[in-house]
């Protein structure tokens, strides 16, 4: 079959891109102080905080987002 | 409301950190699931997200041009059903440029043909990945590079078309508008444009950091903003019966919106009255 235009076979191939370098402040998050709100799994724009609530640095790009939506301010930015 | 973790648009994509688009479709694709399609025009969303060779996308997803996108949606949604997979979620993401300008015309046909599709437009008010240019839906007041603040001119002198209201008009079976900062309100209209049979148009509300000029940590709380002043709306038309799906406790001052954003910065009082008065008046009929 011949294709017109571009064809990417690789789903979900932008992860070979590794965002984090992007980061001046980075989320430290304290699951001492986390009420499981899911806020922060909600709101990022990377996708990268899973449901247990760990951060994936390798694309955390250091928005702030988490940390501005965490009721209990369990997120600190802090400089990297 | 149970919200599942699988993500179906993966990271490394090249969005502005606090990019408010990529978390409109994170939470719609979790919606809507893998057995979708998704469609994109051309702007911020599809080219932050296939920077070639890559894709952020999990499942298939079709580009074109900018101009197409609800016709293109109408033949990958037919071409399924000629397969006989009636199971499978065809949806479209086109920004606000891409919706209420130059996507008008096929987005309508679309409609008016009843094609079983959903078009979400995610509305960051401009065309921001050619570097914040007016669009029909940019609000009254806002300084764009196309309707720039200065000694002659104080923003954009034209009222944000409502583009929500021109689809019902269409009489298709869903219309709803819905913001990135009310998650669950947005997912719950995802649900029912996934179960509608026939056209369902989504028109979310979605800051933008680069364009709206915030700190990237505030996307949300802008979103928020909109919504808590009565600036944004959030309600559904399902088969015609219209429906507020959020009232605010209380409006606070449109100001509050309009200050912390550059795009708003050089209003003077009497502009500012002005929108508030538009909005207490759109709020008045609405009874909020
Ligand atoms: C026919 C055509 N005209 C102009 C362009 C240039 N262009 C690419 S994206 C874009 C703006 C997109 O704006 P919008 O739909 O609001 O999406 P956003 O970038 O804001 O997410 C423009 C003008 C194009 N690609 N095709
Ligand atoms: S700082 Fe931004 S990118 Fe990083 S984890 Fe928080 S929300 Fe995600
Ligand atoms: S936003 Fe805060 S409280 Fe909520 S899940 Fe995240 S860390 Fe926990
Ligand atoms: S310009 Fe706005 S919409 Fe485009 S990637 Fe940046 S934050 Fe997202
Ligand atoms: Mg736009």
């Keep these: ?80 | 409301m149970e919200i599942p973790e699988e993500e179906f648009l993966a990271p490394g994509h090249r969005g502005c950190a606090g990019c408010g688009a990529t978390v409109g479709v994170r939470l719609a694709l979790k919606m809507l699931g893998k057995n979708t399609v998704a469609v994109s025009a051309t702007g911020c969303l599809e080219v932050i997200t296939t920077p070639y060779p890559e894709t952020s996308w999990k499942i298939p997803w079709i580009h074109v041009a900018f101009e197409n996108a609800a016709a293109v949606a109408s033949g990958v949604e037919r071409a399924l059903k000629s397969q006989g997979k009636d199971d499978v979620n065809v949806v479209t993401f086109a920004g606000d440029g891409g919706t209420a300008d130059i996507g008008l015309q096929a987005l309508s046909g679309a409609m008016e043909r009843g094609h079983n599709l959903i078009y979400i437009c995610y509305d960051n008010e401009a065309y921001m990945n050619t570097g914040v240019q007016r669009s029909g839906a940019t609000p009254y007041g806002a300084s764009t590079t196309t309707s720039p603040h200065g000694k002659e001119s104080f923003g954009e002198d034209k009222p944000k078309k409502n583009i929500p209201m021109i689809m019902a008009a269409h009489g298709v079976p869903y219309v709803a508008t819905a913001s990135i900062s009310y998650p669950e309100d947005f997912m719950k209209k995802v649900k029912k444009a996934k179960e509608v049979d026939g056209p369902a148009y989504i028109h979310l509300h979605q800051p933008c950091t680069t364009g709206w000029g915030f700190d990237p940590s505030q996307t949300i709380e802008l979103g928020r903003l909109a919504v808590e002043t009565g600036s944004w709306i959030l309600y559904e038309i399902e088969e015609g019966e219209f429906k507020i799906t959020y009232r605010p406790m209380q409006r606070k001052p449109v100001n509050t919106y309009l200050e912390s954003q550059k795009r708003f910065k050089h209003l003077k009082e009497e502009e500012k009255d002005r929108i508030q008065e538009y909005v207490d008046q759109v709020c008045a009929e609405l009874k909020i």
């Design chain 1, 1 to 80: 079959m011949t294709s017109i235009g571009a064809t990417v076979k690789e789903p979900g191939s932008s992860k070979h891109n590794k965002t984090g370098s992007w980061r001046t402040f980075k989320p430290i998050l304290d699951k001492e102080k986390c009420i499981d709100c899911e806020n922060c799994f909600l709101f990022c724009p990377e996708g990268c905080i899973n449901k247990e609530y760990d951060i994936d640095y390798d694309y955390c790009k250091g928005c702030g987002i988490c940390a501005e939506e965490c009721p209990v301010k369990a997120i600190k930015m802090e400089r990297e």
